[in-house]
T-cell receptor
Framework: GAGVSQSPSNKVTEKGKDVELRCDPI?????LYWYRQSLGQGLEFLIYFQGNSAPDKSGLPSDRFSAERTGGSVSTLTIQRTQQEDSAVYLC??????????FGDGTRLSIL | EDQVTQSPEALRLQEGESSSLNCSYT??????LFWYRQDPGKGPEFLFT???AGEEKEKERLKATLTKKESFLHITAPKPEDSATYLCAVQATNSGYALNFGKGTSLLVTP
């Protein structure tokens, strides 16, 4: 496919469990972003990867959140010891440098 | 602190009834202002980028304009398929390439 692909599309887990969310960006895009969209809130920036540079982690809400980008392509967002307030839609976007960000359809995460 | 405020929160229009959505922003230095459309259960879909005051962009029934303090998304003769949430975001020169989003305007166009 030509767009940003995210998996799973939905994830339900119990409080305290760890979760991994995956993002496959558009081929050739060097920049990759993670955002979170909570009910009634705007999209909130989490982390940004650009090429081989150190990621911008300034938006991560706590040390329970981490992300990796392997080989400059696929990225995984990991949330450890999930809490109910982590319930949200997690959106991934990618872009070429200086170009608009294109979003995937997100992973809807529900913490029971 | 950078801020993006969109109004109204929700808007209901009759088909063919033109209107405008507002995005007010404060940012230390503007790299770009972006408009996205989001349908339920989907990710945001890119519409426009505006870079400097006075700039305008058009696509079908949509026209985006920019001043130093706000942007407008004008919708001319809307159709039911224009129903969606419209998101405004700013990219500041001092915050890398992350987007700072407003909470959006939910638009419903009825036949």
């Amino acid at each position: 496919g030509a767009g940003v692909s995210q998996s799973p599309s939905n994830k339900v887990t119990e409080k305290g469990k760890d979760v991994e969310l995956r993002c496959d960006p558009i081929s050739g895009h060097t920049a990759l972003y993670w955002y979170r969209q909570s009910l009634g809130q705007g999209l909130e920036f989490l982390i940004y990867f650009q090429g081989n540079s150190a990621p911008d982690k300034s938006g991560l809400p706590s040390d329970r959140f981490s992300a990796e980008r392997t080989g400059g392509s696929v990225s995984t967002l990991t949330i450890q010891r999930t809490q109910q307030e982590d319930s949200a839609v997690y959106l991934c976007a990618s872009s070429s440098k200086g170009q608009p960000q294109h979003f995937g359809d997100g992973t809807r995460l529900s913490i029971l | 602190e950078d801020q993006v405020t969109q109004s109204p929160e929700a808007l209901r229009l009759q088909e063919g009834e033109s209107s405008s959505l507002n995005c007010s922003y404060t940012v230390s230095g503007l790299r770009g202002l972006f408009w996205y459309r989001q349908d339920p259960g989907k990710g945001p879909e890119f519409l426009f980028t505006l870079y400097s005051a006075g700039e305008e962009k058009e696509k079908e029934r949509l026209k985006a304009t920019l001043t130093k303090k706000e942007s407008f998304l004008h919708i001319t003769a809307p159709k039911p398929e224009d129903s969606a949430t419209y998101l405004c975001a700013v990219q500041a020169t001092n915050s890398g390439y992350a987007l700072n989003f407003g909470k959006g305007t939910s638009l419903l166009v009825t036949p």
